[in-house]
């Protein structure tokens, strides 16, 4: 209908994740993940508004605020925002126990993880979200299984890096 | 766990001395990706920073473009980061995929992550992607595999997915269960965005499904919801293997693994959840399949942990959604009191969302936690705020609207997101529009600032309907001059003042309507209005839409002569616009305001125009014009059954049709459900506002103002009245702010409480008990009496047995004193229902024939002899005889026989004194010889013993029924007993209640329970409102507050001081009764007295 009503009444959608950002308190992105196709444009814009947004929020407020037609989840550990987009009609406690998952995998994988490990290895930081979520759903809530993947494709690296360099060269 | 990263995160330096932490050692600080972070945070301004990246990014496409490069790892690691950074880095797309392509396995995993974040699904490089995930996806090493599958699953072109469906459906059957598992993902992302291409691989789901790995049967989950979502019939047969798995995982048997935080596989909980609840909603029997295990999640989730509540939310929706089940939804709603009541925001939070779904099921919800939803709605977290207003909008009705409108408008002022504004917007706008007769001038004023609110933002359509409501008018001709003229009079001011301010689109609501209407004010002359308008034309920021609306208007109003002055001027100046439409109507203007007659015929006044012809071919027989999308729905509707057996065969008034005709349909469907009562309430005057009884404020139009005598009082009983009012619940002093909020309570909350609205939203039987849930007092609301009592039918069982004269049994010290007394004669009085409460009268009643034997404190008393020897003969008429001569005055009960044995005789009446309801039982012993009792003492032969009890109600019944036991003991010494039961009837425990009118008000809005019914009108010579209500008060003692016009307040109170308001109201020949009282089942029960009262005149 014409104003866009929110009709809880009927459509459940599926917990689809719209977009990942994580973000210092300073404002700085430290990672994002886009579940929805966007503009690169419209990537930025989101991003600076959401950023601003979020970090003018105070410490006792709620986790959960509305940005456009969506919920934005965030928590903030230490000096970073985890900040989550998903629609109205889903379940906002289970996006911020997906958040918070997501931070336990990565103090596991990096051993008491911190801003700087997340900044210098971004890439390994992506991994592990990619093994945990897959396309904006969770795919794996096992902690051990999802490092496990994670693992075992480092290992193959690692393996390759020191075999390989004496023959190449 | 989460305190450890807390803790490690807090304890992290600033940037820049970052060499010596362990983070940055586990990759090379010296690599060239650390030396670009480092470098970056050394920058102290954005253009260093900008300078700085573009040449790193010279140095990268340098780097990429050599053939043989080594380095391209990390190469695409550092393009990355750039375009983390928001740079532009579009060069290296193309090396991430041929990294993608060629790399090594760890070079492949660099390429292929890079390529889903540099492109989108509908990026055209994605294209050459395809030849090496098809590659990848047969190779012998499963990292190779898992990757492809990964990025398939996020990222695929539309076209390609035949390509390499076959073998995404190969994998299914892989041994490893992480294949499967990220093929089932891949397949789920092909259904999302082409369900046309799996669609022949439908039983390959069902074979996930049943997966031996949970993550893989996990997985295939999001189809089944996507697809149940689209079609639930075709997937109800697997219910029961949902339930059999939600089972399972509630019961803990899914491996440890799927653990989080001791809780099983939370996220497979939630989807099966949700499944559920798509499958349940409308059909019974699918839901009764799901009752034990949703019970039993309701039950597990007790942990306090968020993740459980994460999952008690979603199966609070999931039971609200199914087909109901009164102890779920009891259980349900206990459990929405949890997350609404706590003191942690996230969950509140959840809670006024869970409300918010809830309430358009159930209303009275909403007043259980009225407290909760007022302090929210000053909650300094914006969305906390929201939210509320949301809940509070689900639950408007046309008693609540003002209030809640205004609450809006509060937040419209404060907000400063747009999307919340057009939506709120949007919002107050509907409700305006549902119930714009009542309020003419409120309606005006509300889209007064919904129009300057809004702006230029809010849907075009608002303005539209707004206009249309305008000109179409309603049921009454003389009421919709008055909405046009005030509409007119609050413009003019609008434009006098500084109508630059005004967005373009309320300018042009303002033209139109004066253009059309500014003739209804009779001392405003054309010439001025013109010059108004020609105003706006000369205004810098008038767009050119709003121009053309404002010489349409001019076109309207203007009638030459002294006008003709400044139209002449409008017409030329834009006579020559570079704007054809403004030309045009420029043109228009000047033609037409030189010619009247052709004026006259073209813009015929009052029929505005455009309409007349669609009223003419209506008129004609004319099919009515419909919408496409409602058209569509009909065509849809008379294509299906109707699933909804009665929710659209409810008798709506003709001007609730009139009304709900000219929305949308759908918008008949979203508020049906809640306006429920409100629709018959529409076209009627407004006697009672959120401050009560208005009719001192409002001038009353109608002339059928009836005076009615009050009734005939003694003085003794209006004082009376009065220390009563002062006794009922609300005016027990409050701290003021306190009663501030309990004022805005019952201003929100008023008519949520009544039941007819269950039947207009279409669900049937279940729902009633579910209504029946009253507020489990919070502590809050002095308006609700904590009461837990369930009850649908107005007869109780027996319960809470008051044993009255227990004093007398248990003095057993006494009895031991007078054991040389052989008879004892004990009575207790016990009520059924569980209602009844009497009190011993202490008094010593001086009745003839007093016994000596008789006991000081005891409520018998015994008489002697009587003048009638024969205990055959003893009739009632002597018994008469026998009353307490204090009662003897006052009109009695017949004098019932209750029961008898060889020896006793008992019989009872009832006396009703102003105050209090005496039962007087009358024990006649019929035997020879005397019987003892204790402490009574003796009843000699053949005479009688009267006994005189105070009975007061406690819980309201059609009838109390008072059941006692007279124990006694012959000389022989056997002692024995009899019982005996009374009954009546809860009229004997009316009285009338003087209040004024202004009390009565207040009183109303903060009583919570309460009844409504239609009951036959009297229809003798008088005045049929005035007959009935007389025939009422004089069968069961009411008092009539006043009648005005159709309407009339009576007002009764239960004994000793329980009030029950009534007010009735004259429509379509019923009287429609609605009863309120603080006390449940009150005005169930009334009701049903007045209908008998009615019945057997």
């Known amino acids: 209908w014409r104003r866009n009503h929110r009709n809880t009444s009927c459509v459940i959608m599926s917990n689809n994740m719209q977009f990942m950002l994580l973000f210092s308190r300073q404002g700085k992105l430290r990672l994002q993940k886009w579940y929805v196709p966007l503009s690169d444009k419209e990537k930025k814009k989101i991003t600076r508004e959401l950023v601003q947004t979020v970090l003018a929020r105070k410490p006792k407020m709620c986790s959960f605020l509305e940005w456009r037609d969506l919920k934005i989840v965030y928590k903030r550990y230490a000096s970073l925002y985890f900040c989550c987009a998903i629609e109205d009609q889903d379940n906002e406690l289970i996006t911020l126990e997906i958040i918070h998952r997501y931070v336990e995998l990565l103090d596991k994988y990096f051993g008491s993880v911190c801003e700087l490990d997340i900044i210098f290895n971004f890439e390994k930081a992506y991994f592990i979200l990619d093994e945990f979520l897959l396309g904006g759903e969770a795919q794996e809530t096992s902690k051990k299984n999802v490092l496990k993947a994670i693992e075992q494709a480092d290992l193959l690296q690692e393996v390759r890096y020191v075999i390989k360099p004496p023959w190449e060269q | ?1097």
């Open chain 2, 1 to 1097: 766990m989460s305190d450890v990263v807390e803790k490690t995160l807090t304890a992290l330096p600033s940037l820049l001395s970052l060499d010596s932490h362990p983070g940055s050692a586990k990759l090379s600080s010296t690599s060239k990706l650390g030396n670009l972070i480092r470098g970056i945070t050394e920058l102290t301004s954005k253009h260093e920073e900008e300078k700085l990246i573009q040449h790193e990014l010279l140095a990268i496409k340098e780097q990429v473009s050599s053939p043989n490069t080594t380095m391209m790892k990390e190469l695409m690691v550092r393009s990355i980061y750039c375009e983390m950074l928001g740079y532009e880095a579009s060069f290296s797309y193309i090396h991430a995929i041929k990294l993608a392509q060629q790399g090594t396995v760890l070079e492949k995993r660099v390429g292929y992550l890079a390529v889903s974040l540099f492109l989108n699904e509908s990026h055209e490089l994605l294209l050459l992607l395809v030849n090496t995930v098809l590659k990848d996806l047969q190779s012998t090493n499963l990292i190779e595999v898992c990757m492809a599958l990964t990025v398939v699953s996020q990222m695929f072109p539309k076209d390609m997915i035949p390509a390499i469906l076959p073998l995404v459906e190969e994998k299914l059957n892989h041994p490893k269960e992480i294949i499967r598992r990220k093929a089932v993902l891949a397949l789920y992302k092909f259904y999302l965005i082409a369900p046309n291409q799996v669609q022949h691989i439908h039983n390959k789901f069902r074979k996930a499904l049943c997966d031996k790995d949970p993550g893989v049967m996990t997985a295939s989950l999001h189809i089944y919801l996507q697809m149940i979502q689209e079609n639930p019939e075709a997937y109800k047969d697997l219910t029961p293997s949902f339930v059999t798995i939600l089972k399972q995982v509630v019961g803990g048997k899914l491996p440890m693994d799927f653990n989080y935080h001791t809780v099983p596989a939370p996220w497979l909980q939630i989807q099966l959840l949700r499944i559920l609840s798509l499958l349940g909603k409308n059909d019974q029997s699918t839901s009764e399949v799901m009752y034990e295990v949703l019970d039993e999640s309701l039950q597990r989730a007790e942990m306090n942990h968020n993740i459980t509540y994460a999952i008690l939310y979603e199966c609070v929706k999931c039971i609200y959604t199914i087909h109901p089940k009164s102890d779920l939804l009891e259980k349900a709603a206990k459990c929405i009191g949890n997350f609404v009541l706590s003191p942690k925001i996230n969950l509140k939070y959840l809670g006024l969302k869970a409300l918010t779904y809830v309430v358009q099921q159930d209303p009275k919800l909403a007043l259980q936690h009225q407290m909760t939803i007022i302090e929210c709605l000053d909650h300094p977290d914006l969305i906390i705020k929201r939210e509320t207003l949301e809940l509070l909008f689900r639950i408007t009705n046309g008693q609540n609207v003002t209030v809640i409108v205004e609450k809006m408008l509060e937040f419209l002022c404060i907000s400063e997101d747009d999307h919340t504004t057009i939506d709120l917007v949007g919002k107050v706008a509907e409700l305006a529009e549902k119930y714009p007769l009542k309020y003419n001038e409120w309606f005006i004023e509300t889209m007064n600032t919904v129009f300057s609110l809004g702006g230029d933002m809010m849907q075009p359509d608002i303005p539209n309907s707004f206009l249309k409501l305008l000109s179409e008018g309603f049921d009454s001709v003389e009421e919709d001059r008055k909405l046009r003229l005030f509409a007119v009079n609050s413009y003019i001011p609008l434009l006098r003042g500084e109508p630059g301010k005004l967005p373009q689109r309320f300018l042009q609501v303002i033209s139109w309507v004066l253009g059309e209407y500014s003739h209804l004010r009779e001392d405003l002359e054309p010439a001025e209005v013109l010059s108004l308008l020609a105003k706006l034309l000369d205004m810098k920021n008038s767009s050119s839409e709003t121009k053309s609306w404002v010489l349409m208007a001019m076109t309207k109003l203007c009638k030459g002569g002294a006008d003709a002055s400044v139209t002449q001027e409008v017409s030329e100046t834009y006579s020559s616009s570079l704007d054809t439409v403004l030309r045009q109507r420029a043109h228009e203007l000047q033609y037409l305001s030189q010619d009247p007659e052709l004026r006259a015929r073209v813009l015929p006044r009052g029929s505005c125009g455009n309409f007349a012809f669609v009223s003419e071919a209506l008129a004609a027989g004319a099919a009515p014009y419909k919408p496409p999308h409602q058209r569509q729905e009909e065509l849809d509707q008379s294509k299906a059954l109707s699933l909804e057996p009665y929710g659209l065969s409810l008798p709506i008034s003709m001007s609730s049709c009139s009304i709900t005709d000219r929305q949308s349909p759908t918008l008949l469907s979203m508020s049906s459900g809640l306006s429920g009562d409100t629709l018959k309430l529409d076209g009627i005057k407004r006697v009672w506002g959120r401050e009560g009884y208005l009719a001192q404020r409002e001038p009353v139009e109608e002339a059928a103002q009836v005076e009615v005598p009050s009734p005939i009082q003694s003085p003794g009983r209006q004082g009376e009245g009065d220390s009563l009012h002062s006794q009922t619940p609300t005016q027990t002093p409050t701290p003021e702010p306190e009663q501030e909020k309990q004022q805005l309570a019952s201003s929100l909350f008023v008519g949520l409480a009544s039941q007819s609205s269950v039947s207009l939203m279409g669900k049937s039987e279940p729902m009633p008990q579910r209504f029946r849930r009253k507020a489990k007092g919070q502590g809050l609301g002095s308006s609700f009496i904590a009461n837990e009592q369930i009850s649908s039918s107005l007869i109780s069982p027996p319960s809470a047995v008051d044993n009255l004269l227990c004093n007398n049994l248990l003095d057993s010290n006494n009895a031991s004193e007078l054991a040389e007394q052989t008879s004892q004669l004990s009575q207790s009085l016990t009520t059924a229902n569980g209602t009844c409460h009497a009190e011993a009268e202490l008094t010593e009643s001086d009745t003839k024939g007093c016994n000596p034997a008789l006991r000081r404190d005891n409520c018998v008393v015994a008489a002697g002899p009587g003048p009638h020897n024969d205990p055959g003969r003893l009739t009632e008429v002597c018994l008469d005889s026998y009353l307490p001569a204090e009662l003897s005055g006052l009109s009695h009960s017949e004098i019932a026989p209750l029961c008898a044995n060889q020896s006793l005789n008992l019989s009872a009446c009832h006396v009703q004194k102003e105050d209090s309801l005496i039962l007087v039982v009358f024990i006649m012993n019929s035997s020879e010889s005397a019987i003892q009792q204790i402490p009574a003492g003796e009843v000699t032969s053949y005479s009688v013993a009267v006994g005189q009890y105070s009975l007061t109600v406690k819980r309201p019944a059609v009838h109390v029924e008072v059941v006692g036991t007279v124990s006694y003991q012959l000389p022989a010494g056997t002692s024995q007993s009899l019982q005996f039961s009374y009954k009546v009837p809860l009229t004997s425990f009316i009285r009338p209640f003087v209040v004024s009118t202004e009390e009565y008000g207040t009183m109303w809005l903060s009583f919570s329970h309460d009844t409504k019914q239609n009951l036959t009108l009297i229809n003798d010579n008088q005045e049929p409102l005035t007959a009935t209500l007389n025939a009422l008060k004089k069968k069961l003692q009411l008092h009539v507050v006043e009648v005005i016009g159709m309407e009339g307040i009576v007002a009764c109170r239960l004994l000793q001081d329980l009030p029950c308001l009534m007010h009735c109201r004259v429509n379509a020949g019923w009287l429609a009764v609605w009863l309120r009282s603080p006390v449940p089942d009150l005005p169930d029960c009334l009701i049903y007295h007045c209908q008998r009262a009615l019945q057997s005149l």
